[in-house]
């Protein structure tokens, strides 16, 4: 059973940084490309970012290019997002996902595993 588990949520002001991890277990990491997704309130999960099996080729939002940055370290089952120069509008809960193919990980309906999220808070 494939268990993705976020932590590092919290309370930020404007402009400054938080970092997401993402614990999983049940799979073969290295074999899943990995991601994060968001969701605001009252709006829809949307895309943010994944990277590929070996750590290459990140792809990000246009909403948060040059601010966040994905990372993983497969001997730890764990991805990572480095969020900088937080706003107010980056308020949401983090998904962290999972999906084997590239095709599949930025979409929403493409994700195979998600994790329960982690709410993030950016008060301005």
């Known amino acids: 059973q494939v268990q993705l588990v976020e932590s590092g949520g919290g309370l930020a002001q404007a402009g400054g940084s938080l970092r997401l991890s993402c614990v999983a277990s049940?799979?073969?990491?290295?074999?899943?490309?990995m991601g994060w997704f968001r969701q605001a309130p009252g709006k829809e999960r949307e895309f943010v970012a994944y990277?590929?099996?070996?750590?290459?080729?990140?792809a990000y939002a246009d909403s948060v290019k040059g601010r966040f940055t994905i990372s993983r370290l497969n001997p730890k089952n764990t991805v990572y997002l480095q969020m900088n120069s937080l706003k107010a509008e980056d308020t949401a809960v983090y998904y962290c996902?999972?999906?084997?193919?590239?095709?599949?990980?930025?979409?929403?309906?493409?994700?195979?595993?998600w994790g329960k999220g982690t709410l993030v808070t950016v008060s301005s």
């Open positions: 049940g799979l073969i990491f290295s074999n899943y490309y």
């Open positions: 996902a999972a999906a084997t193919l590239q095709s599949s990980i930025g979409r929403v309906d493409g994700v195979q595993s």
């Open positions: 990277i590929s099996w070996r750590g290459g080729n990140p």
